[in-house]
């Protein structure tokens, strides 16, 4: 049986997602969870979405477990009681916690938490304006000192779509492929001042997305000229132009799914184009 | 010389507006910071509008402070260099801090940032469900496990409207009066779940935002009716049928001052009405 969990959570005192001896990560306390309330002898493995490193936030985070049986939850008509599921699980985790379990459910069929989906979309935010600065945000937007260009950041960001190589964006990895989709970039600026980005692409390798957000920063504080980031991404090579972004302002909105019909064949795809899916990609 | 600043903190790590011994205040390390910067022998006194509790927190908090000289700060041509102020004032308080000077600027005439003030606007956040649940929001909203009807929420905030005694609301203080003018009060569910509701006064008695927060929370979840509520109200004494809800759900958004020319008028008119001025009075 394989359950699918929606899952959200503040990475501030997290050491990332991905499980690390003796390290407070969320997969480590979401399984501990699971193996508490199914008395599970050894923790059964989540598998997920978008992988999170150390600080950053989700708000949309997914990810799948299989399990023997979840007997203890069953009705006494051997449906399960997923509502009671939910319940134990938020009760473990406690009230007003860093992670949360948004929802439980049984995966539909050929459903893969990592390789169904069609696309995964972060955001990341920004304070630019002393005037503006609201102290409540601080744990999940990052500070830059010199005012920004929101439209120069979009020049920018829009540079950057499409299919190519974002080695320049990426930290390298032997034998794993830095060419991605990006589907989508653009910055606001909100009512309250904060700048937001929505970006979204087939898959990030790692530290791409702050990368990507370091290299529109050098644009919107006029610090580099867009030539010159055409030229930096045209080379796909690491740069000194601009920085890979702190991880607090970057959160993982949602993970984009295709149609329920379509989950199977599109993990089989995506298996089968297994360069494209660095192991230890995180965001 | 009379300055005026406006100012944004982060309650979570002090222990709230006013000077304690021994604890870390806002007023404390503005003060400090200050004096810093001004090279004062002794800390000159800030003089704010709304007082705020421990873990209260303050997007538009004002202050105003009487200081005998600015000179380090003055131009060549004898004005004042508030930029360079405010530069060096931020400094001192660092970048992406948990209090920050959003403007200083010079007082205007008969200004008085405490007795001034035509009305405050604070706001309260609430989450109440699990599968919408922000862990991003929880240093700034309370979880209530039991989901909240929005509309009667509204209905007890309009029952509490107008200008009356607010004694079932208010911490009591042997000489001070509580009766205060309700002039907004009301509830919406923002699109990703928070229910939020922005309320606003002449003036505050202590622990009044937080009580009338209680009471339209037992109205929203069903554990009280309308009319025990309008008992407990025309009754204006203490009861235990609802909670002063937790600080951190409470934020000071906006204080109102009157038109330029009313600015002096008004601070007579309030310090002729002291009673009305509850002197511990904090939110």
């Not at 699980?89 to 539909?108: F, H, N, Q, T």
């Not at 409540?136 to 950057?160: G, I």
Request: hydrophobic share 40%; with cysteine; glycine share 8%.
């Amino acid at each position: 049986m394989r359950l699918r969990l929606d899952l959200a959570y503040d990475g501030t005192d997290f050491a990332g997602w991905g499980i690390q001896p003796n390290l407070r990560t969320v997969q480590g306390v979401v399984e501990d969870a699971l193996a508490t309330i199914l008395r599970l002898s050894q923790p059964a493995r989540l598998v997920v979405a978008g992988r999170t490193d150390a600080g950053v936030h989700a708000s949309g985070q997914v990810a799948h477990i299989d399990l023997p049986t979840l007997a203890s939850f069953e009705n006494p008509d051997g449906s399960l009681d997923l509502q009671e599921f939910e319940n134990r699980l938020a009760g473990i985790l406690k009230r007003d916690p860093d992670v949360v379990l948004k929802r439980a459910s049984i995966a539909l069929d050929g459903f893969d938490a990592r390789f169904s989906p069609l696309a995964r979309r972060y955001e990341y935010r920004l304070q630019d304006d002393a005037r503006t600065y609201n102290p409540l945000e601080r744990h999940r937007s990052v500070w830059t000192p010199k005012p920004l260009d929101v439209d120069l950041m979009n020049a920018a960001a829009e540079s950057f779509l499409g299919l190519r190589d974002f080695g320049a964006f990426c930290r390298p990895r032997p034998g794993a492929t830095t060419i991605r989709e990006l589907q989508q970039f653009e910055w606001r600026r909100e009512p309250d001042g904060v700048v937001v980005c929505h970006i979204q692409a087939d898959a990030f390798c790692h530290s791409m997305v702050r990368s990507l957000v370091g290299a529109c920063v050098v644009a919107g504080n006029g610090k580099a000229q867009q030539s010159e980031l055409d030229e930096v991404r045209d080379g796909a090579q690491r740069t000194a132009l601009f920085k890979v972004m702190p991880p607090h302002g970057l959160n993982l909105v949602e993970i984009i799914y295709p149609a329920d019909d379509e989950l199977g064949p599109r993990a089989e795809l995506t298996r089968s184009r297994r360069d494209l899916l660095d192991d230890e990609a995180i965001a």
